[in-house]
Nanobody
Framework: QAQLVESGGGSVQPGGSLRLSCAASGRPISRATMAWFRQVPAKEREFVAAIIWTGATTRYEDSVTGRFTIYRDNAKNTVALQMNSLKPEDTAVYYC??????????????????????WGQGTQVTVSS
């Protein structure tokens, strides 16, 4: 079904910005809830941000609220994460995810990794002085 490919990761100093992009192919994401997760070694995959198919509702993990913005372009079949005011604790591999099952459609709770059945390969973000 859908294939997801992340890009835009890299190294940045604290306070800097990065924009991550997720390009989908093989299946439209126009009716899917999309999300970004991140993971560091020896820790579970952590929810970062999610957006419903219309883009009208978004949800963020508390530590990134006000700094990160998730947005989507259904016509281009892409979703992006704008990350500003980056901190060293934001260092992680960032993953794009898609849910076509409507299990987390309304985002009435913070999504879990198990809510998503499609994942990208991840892109590394490193924040250091």
């Amino acid at each position: 079904q859908a294939q997801l490919v992340e890009s835009g990761g890299g190294s940045v100093q604290p306070g800097g910005s990065l924009r991550l992009s997720c390009a989908a192919s093989g299946r439209p994401i126009s009716r899917a809830t999309m999300a970004w997760f991140r993971q560091v070694p020896a820790k579970e995959r952590e929810f970062v941000a999610a957006i419903i198919w219309t883009g009208a509702t978004t949800r963020y993990e508390d530590s990134v609220t006000g700094r990160f913005t998730i947005y989507r372009d259904n016509a281009k079949n892409t979703v992006a994460l704008q990350m500003n005011s980056l901190k060293p604790e934001d260092t992680a591999v960032y993953y794009c995810a898609a849910d076509f099952r409507a299990g987390i459609w309304a985002l009435t709770r913070a999504p879990k990794a198990s809510d998503y059945e499609h994942w990208g390969q991840g892109t590394q973000v490193t924040v250091s002085s």
